[in-house]
């Protein structure tokens, strides 16, 4: 039987999710739960469809097509039954003005793979490659790695964007088809670490050394979230930490509230920090104390 | 620094060919210049002369009568007929072209105006896009310019080949050029007798003896040569000069070296000279844009690009204007830094700049008949076009509107708008289609049909293009035109090419998907039901528009199935136009690039299957529809890849928009050079890139004085944002609303 994953998207021409021109597989499922999250819809390893209500005209397209009688009209209002939506995506194919969005579809590690190998030219000329992101990729071991094994054996540069709470086990497994790993740091402290991700993050750490004394290409990713990890004290206990490993680059990736609007279409609870988007020079401090210890560090916005 | 004075003297340069102010005396307005040439061609006329000298006498006429200014806060001189709009021999060309269209030329003229009323094509004249023989002419000089002539009219004496017509072109060309020497000097009189004294004008002065003695010998005499080519070609001659000094850096560089190395003028100084240079089209403004290009490859395979390319970008980065435009050519050993250089000012908003791929010129050119060297030292002569240097001459001349098939389809082969009916191309009755097949088919012979009659006019207009306006300052760069005794612009140059440019093959293809899916495939509606939708421009029909619009099958997303029938369609118009002889001893080329056509035929086209409403423009060179490439650069860079660009020799020009969070940082260069080198890697030729976000675009709608620069690349120029039609401005942030962060 074909092996297959949940994709919640794919983004052709990723540039900044590892090296050179990419193309970028976002799988659904996490066993993180990130208050500040800005792609609540890779959270659940289910398919989920989102209702944009602010944009919907009320047509009745979506009715038409729904074997599930989740989409009802009352008085020209659109009212979508989540809960007996069984996430088929035909709603979202006849809606004209795209209030529908099917979050996960099945896709075989064969078609992922026909799609990755489209824009070769484009890595080969940029020293590109293929990320698998998430949601948490690991989550869908099975794909993703046959996915990586598949793109090793054209020669195609593999990149991993990890919460790294995974098995070391199967960390171990990844490294033998992973180019390169994109490690998200949340926060050096674990109590902390665990209030704003439901998770202690001793695992993570210790995948991390694991990852860095088995010669993997590290770059760490921290999402820069105001009054959640951007004191300086974090800073310091980051850079004291990760100081000790072999990484190749740091990236502050600063704090955007973007994503309430797909909250609020997936009608599940907002947990976004009330919190404007960190300023240059705040990230550029946070960066020099992590440049400290030797890291190479800097902003993910430029 | 000479001056360290642009910012004083940026106002004068601004209002130079803007709205200038002379002094009384010095001559009389444009208007009044318009106003009475064609009673001073009378006078001459009744002499029996010939065209050219003619035209030349007019030429000298207009240098004597036009106000002149030499100013301190200009390295150039100043002329009385700066509007373009207004040029002095319009008249005069403009009764020729009547005279020609009705005599030898009615039955071909007769044919063309009723289809270019009713949108299938755009046929027309075309006096612009020359490109003088920069090379001879910095060699040279006018002198030098004027010996050559002479020695080649000698020549054609003794051969006995000066027939009254070889005569005639060498004379109009000898007094052409001596009525530019003769005003050089009434400058510097002027000059003399206004600013003696002041150091700048006294460079000028000097710099102007030199032109009118021999050829220029250093970097500043360069630029004057150039500027006043252009000026005297441009403004009074009635011939469009592109390419201003080909690529300026290559042409520029020994007189660099040269300066600095004898202490002439210090990298400063250059740098003041280019800035006011650059200023003289910043102030002109043309719409389109004045294009020169920069690099290149030497024949031992090395980069040419040198330290003047890199004083030309940082002095067009600082003035931040949208013209002059700037074509770089990109080869392998293009250096990293320059494209970074190019980028970035790209991603601050300056895109003016077109990256064309030396390669693949060199590849489509010899194909197509060039030697190596003809290929690779080939002129980028307008937005996008190629030609070798000094030694050829394209025109474009015919524009076919592909959107147009449609309506003729549906329409049984009238236009509704005009009621221009075409017959007997062996289309189909909409009646008597009965599957997609029939469809394209029909398709095909309206498209044979429109390109048969733009060469049938075509020919026609361009027999007689030295009869409508005889070229004199460009022939006498060209030597060809002098062994040959022939009009360099008409068909005296060794390569006499003529563009077919194909407007709408994008949306064309849209079209064409909409019909074979929602008629023949869902069968959703009949041909003569959708006939009733188009003739009501899709009102009631909104839902089924909206669902043509959003459906897949588009140009431009990379599927294979798609992108297929553009190729087809550009190998098809291809097979029938290229190498088909023209009327110039050259032949026909198809191209890639539509001008502002694909707008205003756009203007002339109803409404079409894919969705468009009627006078929507359409796909513009070979990009997609605006905003229905969906799945980005890459896809977008296969689909139009599918197309060979060895079937558009004429040019294979791409636009690419972008939004700025996805070229950000140092991996923002680095994808942007990936994109290039892939683009070119699948055999494309040009490709500019707009790098804007819609949000951007919606906040200089709203608030357009705090948008002032912004600019657009709109096909082969650069345009102020908030200077576009509204209607314009809606289409670019429609289509940046798909573009993904």
């Known amino acids: 039987m074909a092996i297959t994953g949940i994709l919640l998207d794919t983004k052709r021409f990723a540039v900044h999710d590892g090296p050179g021109i990419r193309t970028a597989f976002f799988t659904k499922g996490c066993p993180l739960k990130c208050i500040w999250c800005h792609n609540p819809e890779s959270t659940s390893p289910l398919p989920q469809t989102g209702f944009y209500k602010d944009l919907c ?23 979508f039954d989540g809960d007996s939506c069984q996430a088929c995506g035909k709603c979202e194919e006849v809606c004209p003005v795209s209030a529908m969005k099917l979050y996960g579809r099945e896709v075989t590690v064969e078609e992922a793979f026909a799609l990755a190998l489209e824009d070769r030219d484009f890595y080969e000329n940029s020293n590109g490659g293929v990320t698998v992101s998430g949601g948490e990729p690991l989550m869908q071991k099975e794909f993703t790695l046959s996915l990586f094994k598949a793109l090793k054996k054209e020669k195609i540069h593999t990149a991993l964007d990890t919460c790294a709470f995974v098995p070391q086990k199967t960390l171990e497994e990844a490294l033998e088809v992973t180019d390169m790993f994109l490690v998200d740091f949340k926060h050096a402290d674990s109590m902390m670490h665990k209030r704003l991700t439901g998770q202690s993050n001793e695992l993570i750490k210790a995948n991390l050394e694991f990852l860095s004394a088995n010669g993997a290409r590290i770059e760490i990713r921290i999402p820069f979230v105001p009054g959640c990890n951007d004191s300086d004290g974090n800073m310091e206990a980051t850079g004291a930490f990760l100081g000790g490993l072999c990484i190749e680059s740091v990236k502050l990736l600063p704090y955007h509230a973007l994503a309430r609007n797909k909250y609020r279409a997936l009608r599940i609870s907002d947990t976004m920090p009330e919190a404007e988007s960190p300023s240059e020079e705040k990230i550029a401090a946070a960066a020099a104390i992590l440049q400290k210890y030797g890291l190479n560090a800097r902003s993910g916005r430029a | 620094m000479l001056y360290a004075s642009f910012d004083s003297d940026r106002e004068y340069l601004v209002n130079k060919f803007r709205k200038p102010v002379f002094e009384e005396g010095t001559g009389v307005s444009q208007e009044e210049i318009i106003e009475h040439i064609l009673e001073f061609a009378d006078t001459l006329t009744l002499q029996d002369l010939p065209k050219p000298v003619i035209k030349a006498r007019c030429f000298e006429h207009v240098c004597q009568q036009m106000f002149i200014d030499v100013n301190p806060h200009d390295d150039f001189p100043g002329f009385g007929c700066y509007d373009r709009k207004k040029r002095p021999l319009a008249p005069l060309v403009g009764r020729w072209n009547y005279e020609v269209d009705s005599t030898v030329n009615k039955e071909r003229a007769e044919m063309c105006w009723p289809r270019n009323s009713a949108g299938l094509h755009m046929i027309w004249k075309d006096f612009d896009h020359s490109v003088p023989d920069w090379d001879a002419m910095v060699e040279l000089g006018y002198p ?21 017509a070889v005569a005639a072109h060498f004379e109009g060309m000898k007094i052409t050029v001596n009525a530019l020497l003769d005003h050089l000097g009434k400058l510097i009189d002027f000059a003399r007798a206004r600013h003696a004294g002041n150091p700048r004008i006294e460079r000028e002065i000097r710099c102007l003896e ?30 469009q000069v592109r ?35 650059l200023m003289q089209w910043g102030s002109i403004d043309n719409y389109w844009g004045h294009p020169f290009y920069l690099g290149g ?42 494209l970074d250089t190019a980028f970035r000012m790209i991603r601050d908003g300056h895109s003016s700049l077109v990256f064309v791929s030396d390669d693949n010129i060199r590849k489509i050119k010899m194909c197509y008949g060039y030697s190596e060297e003809e290929a690779r030292t080939c002129n980028v002569t307008g937005c996008y076009e190629t030609a070798a240097r000094g030694i050829a001459n394209g025109t474009g001349a015919g524009h076919a509107n592909f959107m147009k098939i449609f309506e003729l389809i549906f329409n049984d082969g009238r236009d509704p708008a005009t009621g221009y009916t075409v017959e007997n191309c062996g289309a189909l009755k909409l009646d008597e289609i009965k599957n997609f097949d029939d469809f394209f088919k029909s398709f095909l012979r309206y498209l044979d049909d429109i390109i048969e009659v733009i060469i049938k006019c075509a020919d026609g207009n361009e027999a007689n293009l030295h009869e409508v306006n005889p070229s004199l300052l460009y022939s006498v760069t060209a030597l060809n035109s002098l062994v040959t005794g022939r009009d360099a612009f008409s068909n005296g140059n060794v390569y006499n090419v003529s563009s077919i440019l194909l407007c709408g093959i994008g949306t064309a293809v849209d079209a064409l998907m909409a019909v074979k899916k929602f008629v023949f495939e869902k069968k959703e509606l009949t041909l003569q039901e959708f006939r009733e939708i188009l003739k009501n421009n899709w009102a009631g029909a909104e839902e089924l528009r909206t669902r043509i619009l959003l459906d897949r099958d588009k140009f431009g997303n990379g599927i294979e199935e798609v992108d297929f029938y553009a190729h087809i369609l550009a190998h098809y118009a291809g097979r029938k136009i290229n190498m088909r002889p023209n009327a110039r001893k050259g032949f026909y080329a198809a191209s890639g690039h539509c001008a502002r056509q694909f707008i205003s035929m756009g203007g002339k086209t109803g409404a079409t299957p894919d969705g468009r409403l009627a006078g929507e423009e359409f796909s513009k060179n070979l990009s997609p529809t605006m905003g229905m490439d969906r799945n980005g650069v890459t896809a977008l860079i296969k689909s139009v890849c599918t197309m060979n660009a060895l079937d558009l020799p004429g040019d294979f020009p791409l636009d690419v928009m972008m939004h700025p969070a996805t070229v950000q940082g140092e991996e923002g260069l680095a994808a942007l050079r990936g994109v290039l080198y892939t683009y070119f890697a699948k055999g494309g030729v040009a490709i500019h890139f707009n790098i804007f976000d819609a949000e951007t675009l919606k906040k200089a709608q709203v608030e357009p004085e705090k948008y002032a620069n912004l600019q657009i690349r709109v096909c082969g120029w650069n345009v102020r944002f908030v200077e576009l039609p509204k209607c314009e401005q809606d289409a670019y942030i429609r289509r940046a609303e798909n573009i993904a962060e």
């Open chain 2, 297 to 338: 490859t030497a024949k031992d395979g090395s980069s040419l690009y040198n330290d003047v390319s890199y004083l030309i970008l940082d002095v067009f980065d600082e003035l931040h204007i949208p013209t002059p435009k700037i074509q770089l050519k990109v080869a392998k050993n293009t250096p990293r830094k320059l």
């Open chain 2, 210 to 239: 030199q032109l009118r003695q021999g050829p220029p010998r250093d970097f500043y005499e360069v630029l004057m040569l150039i500027y006043v080519q252009f000026y005297y070609c441009e403004h009074i001659d009635h011939f």
């Open chain 1, 57 to 79: 005209r009320s047509c009745g397209s979506c009715r038409a097509v729904c074997p599930a009688a989740a989409h009802s009209f009352e008085e020209g209002q659109h009212l």
């Open chain 2, 243 to 277: 390419s201003l000094g080909g690529n300026l850096d290559d042409l520029l560089l020994p007189f660099y070296e040269r300066d600095l190395k004898e202490g002439r003028y210090t990298i400063e100084d250059m740098r003041e000279f280019l800035t006011c240079f």
């Open chain 2, 144 to 164: 030098g310019l004027l010996e050559r002539l002479e020695k080649y009219r000698k020549l054609h004496e003794e051969k006995g080949t000066l027939t009254p």
